[in-house]
């Protein structure tokens, strides 16, 4: 008889074991569940480790793909522009008459009358004011009267010689009064000469009485008065009379750039603008200049006659000169932001076919603000890359944004 161990052989219900049946009972399975949460825990961190590794690679290629391209500067680039044939610069102009003289008297005395006044428009030869001059009145009675004297003393020297010189013909005399009789003719003489020049001055005087227009023109200043006293610089400094100025045609000066020097020349054409006459020019013509720079402002003082025969135009006015330059059929024109200034001279950075700098040196003209002319280095087909970086340089690789015209900045 065999011993129980234990194990219960009692049958399940359902179940085909028959009593007797000594195969021990298996032990009941595990829950599914926390398997389950183990591999979806193990799933979770897989993911998000990869996930993680993902991005930061991502980001990665993203911020080396970023670097590579900002290392590349972007620029952009314009054509130059061919110059026109004239250009036109405007500059400050000073406009005088073509005469301008003070009027002095050339006497002493008092005012006693003036017929013109400020801003008339007198004649050559016309009558301006007179002087009362007493005293060379006095001093001209004076030298005439001397001159009477001088005249009476000489015929009679005159008829003494010639008595003497007959005398000496029948031997009467002797020949030493002949010649004292002779000396004595000769100098009264000239003693009457001089009688007369200082008549003769004392008239000139006298003459300076009555102030007259030395030529065609307007009274700008009257400075004096009747019963002023006159004063022909005789002792005392000179004082002016009038002042006369001939505006009939004007004497226009501008100082102009040495930049423009060479081709201001006589002959050229310009137009006066004033703002007083808004809309309306004035022609003039450079008649001359000075041949010479101004060590101070660099500039060549020129001279323009413009025509002013109504009288339109004023003295001292203010007014703006337009010259018509030539310019040159092989100059160009660009931007100031496309210059480079660096040790090596002035240079603009040029794109090559392969997208690369080339920096050209380049020779600078007229400057005329926003923009510049360049005499040499160019020949109008190179792309000019606009505000270039400090640290571009030669054969370094860029990328072209949106084109721009010629001229914008």
Known sequence: MKVNQGYDFETEPGTDEKP????????????????????????????IVYWGIAS?????????RETQEMAVPTVSVIHPRRAAPSQEIVLPANIQAFTDSPIYART?????????????HVKAGQLLAEIDTPEVDQQLQQARADLSTAQANYHLAQITAARYQGLLKTDAIARQDVDNATGNFEAKKAMVASAQSNVKRL?????????????????????????????SGNGGPAQEL?????????????????????????????DLTLAEFPGRRFQGKLVRTAESI???????????????????????????MHLQLPGGSSTFMLPVNTLIFRSAGL??????NDNRVALIPVTLGRDFGNEV???????????????PPDSLVSNEAVRIAAPQTSGGN
Do not use: C
């Open 20 to 47: 007797g049946d000594e195969r021990p009972r298996s032990a009941p399975p595990r829950s599914h569940t926390g398997v389950l949460i183990l591999v979806i825990a193990v799933i979770a961190v897989a993911g």
């Open 347 to 352: 240079q603009v950075a040029t794109l090559q």
């Open 242 to 270: 009038f002042h006369i100025a001939s505006i009939h045609r004007m004497r226009v000066y501008v100082n102009v750039p040495e930049t423009y020097s060479r081709v201001a020349k006589p002959g050229l054409m310009a």
């Open 56 to 64: 930061r690679t991502k980001n990665s290629a993203t911020l080396t």
């Open 294 to 320: 101004d060590a101070a402002t660099r500039t060549l003082l020129a001279e323009f006659d413009v025509p002013n025969p109504t009288g339109e135009l004023l003295p001292g006015a203010y007014a703006e």
């Open 373 to 387: 002319e360049v005499v040499s280095g160019l020949n109008g087909n190179e792309q000019v890359i606009v505000n």
């Open 203 to 231: 008239e000139d005087l006298q003459s300076f009485q009555k102030i007259y227009a030395p030529f065609d023109g307007v009274i700008t200043a009257r400075k004096i008065d009747i019963g002023s006293l006159v004063n």
């Open 108 to 120: 002493n005395g008092y005012l006693k009358r003036w017929y013109v006044d400020i801003g008339a």
